[in-house]
Nanobody, 120 residues
Framework: QVQVVESGGGLAQSGGSLRISCVVSGSIFAIDVMNWYRQAPGKQRELVAVINSGGGTNYLDSVKGRFTISRDNAKMTVYLQMNSLEPEDTAVYYC??????????????WGQGTQVTVSS
């Protein structure tokens, strides 16, 4: 059984900071790429940040310079540090990763989502 648990969302003021985390547990033997997506009300889900197994990163243009994705492979955890938050960052943030599990195959897993709300 694989569990994906996100935490750290909440309310922040414009210009403030939040850090969200995603912890993976269970029968996962390796993790490849780890991603953060977000979905605002009435909008499509969009890819916010990517980190590969070697630590290489990529970001949505609108968050470059403000958000930082990182991972701790030993803890099977991915983080998203969000600084200089803007009301437009308000969304449900989802963790997504590709894991090698007990089925001996690579599978995409999703977290349950954590709400981030930025007030102006």
């Amino acid at each position: 059984q694989v569990q994906v648990v996100e935490s750290g969302g909440g309310l922040a003021q414009s210009g403030g900071s939040l850090r969200i985390s995603c912890v993976v547990s269970g029968s996962i033997f390796a993790i490849d790429v780890m991603n953060w997506y977000r979905q605002a009300p009435g909008k499509q889900r969009e890819l916010v940040a990517v980190i590969n197994s070697g630590g290489g990163t990529n970001y949505l243009d609108s968050v470059k310079g403000r958000f930082t994705i990182s991972r701790d492979n030993a803890k099977m955890t991915v983080y998203l540090q969000m600084n200089s938050l803007e009301p437009e960052d308000t969304a449900v943030y989802y963790c997504n990763y590709r894991g090698y599990d007990s089925s001996r195959s690579w599978t995409d897993y999703w977290g349950q989502g954590t709400q981030v709300t930025v007030s102006s």
